[in-house]
């Protein structure tokens, strides 16, 4: 099976604050990865697909890129509303399977 | 636009059977693959399985044994039996939509519903 791991597991920022979210892949996921936000009591929001592609309506304040092993989430500029968890997730090999989160908190 | 909502009882007897449904709007559930997650209380996210458009179905390997994933394309619906449950099955569960046949990400998800296991 492939084991996600994102970094750091919290992260203290502040408005305005350009934060970057890292996920590794036990073993290669080529581009096959998705990044996912979750805000408290709700479903998750799918930001961005194949690593660097934006998902239709979200802000371009976002943004994906790695291949292989190493992944990052970009939040150029944090707005109060992206203070939420983000998770990836890897498709390119059954079973599919989540990072374990990053939680984006107010500093 | 596809929206999703599950429901089934909120309260399952230990050594029950979970068993929820999700009901698919604005689109054809013949038309995509579905798939349910789950997130236990204050952690992170599950993938449970899978059902294609035809019916074909895949399962993470440790639930494989108690899970079954269906669907009910007269009703727009696809649903999860879970059998055996312990307090670790304990989670809110969601079902979503997969993107496609060839990238199995979630493109749309339903609201979640909380599944608590107990006497």
């Known amino acids: 099976d492939i084991h996600m791991t994102q970094s750091p597991s919290t992260l203290p920022a502040s408005v305005g604050d350009r934060v970057t979210i890292s996920c590794r892949a036990s073993?290669?996921?080529?581009?096959?990865l998705a990044w996912y936000q979750q805000k408290p009591g709700r479903a998750p929001k799918l930001l961005i697909y194949?690593?660097?592609s934006l998902e239709s309506g979200v802000p371009s304040s976002f943004s994906g890129s790695g291949s292989g092993t190493q992944f990052t989430l970009t939040i150029s500029s944090l707005q109060p509303d992206d203070f939420a968890t983000y998770y990836c997730?890897?498709?390119?090999?059954?079973?599919?399977?989540f990072g374990q989160g990053t939680k984006l908190e107010i500093k | 636009q596809v929206q999703l909502q599950e429901s089934g009882p909120g309260l399952v007897k230990p050594s029950e059977t979970l068993s929820l449904t999700c009901t698919v709007s604005?689109?054809?559930?013949?038309?995509?693959?579905w798939s349910w997650i789950r997130q236990p209380p204050g952690k992170g996210l599950e993938w449970i399985g899978y059902?294609?458009?035809?019916?074909?179905?895949n399962y993470i390997p440790s639930l494989e044994s108690r899970v079954t994933i269906s669907l009910d394309t007269s009703k727009n619906q696809f649903s999860l039996r879970l059998t055996s449950v312990t307090a670790a099955d304990t989670a809110v569960y969601y079902c979503?939509?997969?993107?496609?046949?060839?990238?199995?990400?979630?493109?749309?998800w339903g609201q979640g519903t909380l599944v608590t296991v107990s006497s």
């Open positions: 997730q890897q498709y390119h090999r059954f079973p599919y399977s």
């Open positions: 194949k690593a660097s």
């Open positions: 073993q290669s996921i080529d581009n096959w």
């Open positions: 604005g689109g054809s559930i013949s038309s995509s693959y």
């Open positions: 059902i294609s458009s035809s019916g074909y179905t």
């Open positions: 979503a939509k997969v993107q496609s046949n060839w990238a199995y990400y979630f493109d749309h």
